[in-house]
C-alpha cells in the first residue's frame, strides 16, 4: 500500500504545489519535493505533455517556468485520487488535467503524476472526483 501523510499535511503540500505555479516562486514547494522528485506526464499524443520524466530539479523548473504561462488560469479543484489528495484543472467545465502524487515516509513529493490525455480524462466526473 501506497504511504499516504496525514490529510493537513496533504493539503499544505498541494498549496505549496499551487502557489509555485501561480506565482513562478519555488521556495514552498521546493522544501516538499523529495531530492530525486520524479514528473511523469500523459498526453496521449492529443494534448501537450513532457515527453520524457523528469527528475530532481528539472522537475521544479519545469513547474516554475513552464506551467506558469499556462495553469493558473485554470480552476483548481482539490479532489480525492486514488486514495489521496489531488488536483483537477479545468477551464470553464471541462477538466484539462488531473494530478495526483505519491510521498515518502518523511511527507515529500517522490513522484508527481499530470494526465492531460483527454481520452483518459473523459472518464473522470463527479461521481469519481470527491
Known amino acids: 500500500m501506497r504511504y499516504r501523510p496525514a490529510v493537513a499535511r496533504q493539503e ?56 506558469l504561462r499556462w495553469w493558473p488560469a485554470y480552476q483548481w479543484e482539490l479532489a480525492e485520487l486514488n486514495g489521496s489528495k489531488g488536483l483537477v484543472l479545468r477551464e470553464q467545465d471541462s477538466i484539462v488535467a488531473i494530478v495526483s502524487f505519491a510521498f515518502d515516509h518523511t511527507d515529500h513529493i517522490t513522484d508527481i503524476f499530470i494526465v492531460r490525455n483527454p481520452d483518459k480524462l473523459a472518464g473522470f466526473d463527479a461521481v469519481k472526483l470527491h
Open 12 to 67: 499544505a503540500l498541494l498549496s505549496a504545489f499551487e502557489n509555485a505555479i501561480r506565482t513562478g516562486d519555488p521556495r514552498s514547494l521546493a522544501a516538499t519535493l523529495a531530492s530525486d522528485v520524479r514528473l511523469t506526464a500523459d498526453g496521449g499524443g492529443k494534448a501537450a505533455a513532457v515527453m520524457e520524466i523528469l527528475e530532481g530539479e528539472a522537475v521544479l523548473r519545469f513547474l516554475t517556468d513552464y506551467l
